[in-house]
């Protein structure tokens, strides 16, 4: 068996983010956060300073996102395209087009999903 290898450390941070970021508790954390800030509105005058700090606050946290979820779903794809592709070799299907299809057109990938289709209702 082969010796498995050790993730990067932005792998491991993304993967450890994504787990605790899906949790209820953080989008109940978010929005208690987002209703005091609400709250404060009146507190602070409804100043620009106020609007700014959610602004900024809510821009910074979904560019940082944006990298934590495309790290994770890239690494999921990649590890359900694997595991696939044994599922496949282990069935004996063999078509090279089928196996990499991750790699095909749009345009080409709907023929072949109709094509398939056909096959499946004849079955």
Known sequence: MAKKAKPDVFSRFTSKASIVLGHAWVFTAALVLLLLWGVGGPLFGFSDTWQL????????????????????????N???NIKLDAVMRNL?????DLLEAEEQSD????????????????K
Request: a positive charge; zero cysteines.
């Open 53 to 76: 700090v959610v602004n900024t606050t809510t821009t910074i946290v979904t560019f940082l996102m944006v990298f934590v979820i495309q790290n994770t779903q890239n690494r999921d």
């Open 78 to 80: 990649l590890a359900m």
């Open 92 to 96: 004996g299907i063999t078509q090279e």
């Open 107 to 122: 345009k080409y990938l709907e023929k072949k999903k109709r094509h398939v289709q056909r096959i499946a209702k004849k």
